[in-house]
């Protein structure tokens, strides 16, 4: 079986740059999300979908960050305009519903300069 | 709101010995989960271990074991015959289960050194 595919795996931009990162979470699992992970800290949940739809995006900060599942398979994140503190990993994981086990991909590692 | 806490930053360990990481919670309910996930370099994390608080008897996984003092709301891990793979990141985390979604609470994690 196939693991949560993401990518790209490494990617620096300057300040006030956009970017974007795609996620493929493991073939029908309904639930899917973004988590950020600043260096030394444990990962923060961005985003959560069910399906195509939003749950919970309370702590996605939404003047710069978006998020969207289309067709509630595939999903991108993107920050636009990015700033010094989004340095970060962004890690997508999926699970097959909303109380099951997430299983993560290996991380987006983003440098903002 | 939930709270996870690691207190022990960085751990060591020889290679075939035990080490146990430790990880407390705050929480006023009394039916949650509670899982160790593992980080390696690679950045992806790996359940190593669920809990069910409403569940006595500590979760074993091959190597990995916990206990689970629901009272004291302790929830250690302890890594058996400790090998050089076992080298990682390790993450407490906290889901309640009553109440629909609730998202998953990390800790700050400890780095785990295995010694040759």
């Known amino acids: 079986e196939a693991g949560v595919a993401q990518s790209p795996r490494y990617k620096i931009i300057e300040k006030r740059q956009s970017v974007a990162f795609w996620c493929n979470p493991i073939s029908g699992h309904a639930t899917l999300y973004w988590y950020q992970q600043i260096l030394g800290q444990g990962p923060k949940l961005l985003i959560q979908f069910q399906n195509n739809g939003v749950v919970d995006d309370s702590q996605l900060p939404k003047d710069r960050f978006s998020a969207e599942r289309l067709k509630g398979v595939d999903s991108t994140l993107k920050i636009q305009p990015a700033k010094l503190e989004d340095s970060a990993v962004y890690l997508c994981?999926?699970?097959?519903?909303?109380?099951?086990?997430?299983?993560f991909g290996q991380g987006t590692r983003l440098t903002v300069v | 709101a939930q709270t996870v806490t690691q207190s022990q930053p960085e751990m060591s360990v020889q290679e075939a010995e035990t080490v146990t990481l430790s990880c407390t919670y705050d929480t006023s309910e009394s039916d949650y989960y509670l899982f160790w996930y593992k980080q390696p370099p690679s950045r992806q994390m790996i359940l190593v271990i669920r809990?069910?608080?409403?569940?006595?008897q500590n979760a074993t996984e091959n190597r990995f074991s916990v206990n689970f003092q629901k009272a004291a709301k302790s929830f250690s891990l302890k890594i058996s015959d400790s090998q050089l793979g076992d080298a990682a990141m390790y993450f407490c985390?906290?889901?309640?289960?009553?109440?629909?979604?609730?998202?998953?609470?990390f800790g700050t994690g400890t780095k785990l050194q295995v010694i040759p």
């Open positions: 809990q069910e608080a409403y569940k006595q």
């Open positions: 994981a999926s699970s097959l519903g909303i109380m099951d086990v997430a299983f």
């Open positions: 985390a906290y889901r309640r289960i009553s109440g629909g979604y609730q998202k998953v609470t």
